[in-house]
């Protein structure tokens, strides 16, 4: 079948279809190559390594780090918050405020096996709490749910985390800005189960329903606003709709100037510096690397990209390794892999992406300073 029909078929861009076929992008996503089997009609195992079953050659992440099936019990017991049942004592909204602190520390810091760890129970607490406490209770739900989906986007199960994003809209109810933030990972987590178009159109209408008058907005409602727009460019991207992506973030950025580089709002690290990073990303996903890696090294000589979250400073590093993948410049990937090792271990080291894009560096690339060692810690070979 051509391109286009195949595109058409699993509902990505002829130029996401091309990519994959030239090798420049790669299938990191279970989901993604199980839809590609039920297209083309063939066995998964065709699409994965022969020398392995596909549990083997595919298996996620999140299986191998402990406590993920402790926060999958959890969303499935989701409507059971109930502590009359048990005697056990509500706890109260400033607890379950300092634990959803706490959560979301771990969360900037990528320190991703103890916060699977920590989930459930925040999770149980979160319900419990907003049993007793409706309005302040739903605030820390949404957020209890937000950092689930976030952390399991992360670790590869998107399935999984779609699951943490969807509760977090059911949660934020007729609250226009808890819902506006619930979005805002539901976007995400769309977007790791390979539905870009959904992802778009679940962000983009988010935005425009909360989009504040800039006058009389506050600086959150901007930055949930402008996070929501920056989601809809990269699934744009995605999808190869280049003019889509162009409209979005020129939106994303006069918010941004508004709201400017200074305190956090809502968990989103938005200002003029994220928007700069995601004109990267979305420059590489839709063909123009050379302006991608021109940004690049702008961005990143700015005193504001040195105050954003090692999490996403990292998770920046790894997308724009892929660029340099794109023009074969496997040194400079690995250079940057490196890079965001030390800023936060666990986003390379967990993060299947990152192991991707690692494997093809290392397998590929001349011996970078580092890249060996790092690889040889996660039990690549080449």
């Known amino acids: 079948m051509s391109q286009q029909v195949f595109a058409d078929r699993l509902g990505k861009s002829k130029s ?40 083997a050659a595919m298996a996620g992440v999140a299986d191998g780090v402990d406590g993920v099936d402790g926060v999958r019990a959890a969303l499935v017991r989701h409507d059971v918050f109930r502590s009359d049942v048990d ?74 985390a779609w699951l943490a994003a969807d509760r977090a809209v059911a949660a934020a109810a007729d609250d226009p800005l808890r819902a506006a933030t619930a979005a805002v ?6 977007r790791a189960l390979g539905r870009e178009r959904l992802a778009m159109t679940a962000t983009v209408t988010a935005a425009h329903r909360i989009a504040p008058a ?7 409602e901007l ?25 979005l973030v020129d939106q994303a ?8 580089d200074g ?44 105050r954003l979250p090692a999490e996403h400073r990292a998770a920046y590093l790894v997308d724009t390794a892929r660029a340099y993948l794109e023009v074969g410049d496997l040194r400079g990937a690995g250079r940057l892999l490196v890079d965001a090792d030390r800023a936060a271990p666990a986003e390379v080291r967990c993060r299947p992406t990152a192991r991707t894009v690692l494997g093809e560096v290392y397998r590929d690339g001349p011996d970078a ?10 039990g690549l070979t080449r």
């Open 87 to 160: 005697g056990r004592p509500v706890p109260s909204p400033d607890e379950v405020a300092h634990g959803v602190g706490h959560a979301w520390l771990a969360y900037q810091h990528a320190r991703y096996p103890q916060l699977v760890r920590m989930l459930p129970d925040l999770l149980d607490t979160a319900g419990r709490c907003h049993t007793r406490h409706p309005d302040e209770g739903a605030e820390l739900l949404v957020q209890a749910y937000r950092i689930s989906s976030s952390v399991l986007v992360k670790l590869g199960d998107a399935d999984l």
């Open 253 to 260: 950025a006069d918010l941004a100037d508004l709201v400017g």
């Open 16 to 55: 996401w279809v091309d990519k994959v076929e030239r090798g420049v992008r790669a299938l990191d996503r279970f989901s993604v190559i199980e839809e590609i089997a039920d297209v083309l009609r063939i066995d998964l195992v065709v699409l994965l390594r022969r020398d392995a079953p596909p549990s």
């Open 263 to 306: 305190p956090e709002h809502h968990q989103t690290s938005f200002g003029p510096t994220v928007v700069e990073l995601v004109r990267v990303v979305v420059a590489a996903e839709v063909g123009d690397v050379g302006d991608a890696l021109r940004r690049h090294a702008a961005v990143t000589r700015r005193d504001a990209w040195r």
């Open 369 to 378: 300073p580092g890249v060996a060692r790092l690889a040889t810690a996660i």
């Open 223 to 247: 930055a949930v606003c402008g996070t929501l727009l920056l989601q809809g460019a990269l699934a744009a991207a995605g999808c190869g709709d280049a003019p889509s992506v162009t409209e």
């Open 214 to 220: 800039p006058q009389k907005a506050s600086p959150g």
């Open 185 to 190: 990972s539901l976007g995400q987590a769309l």
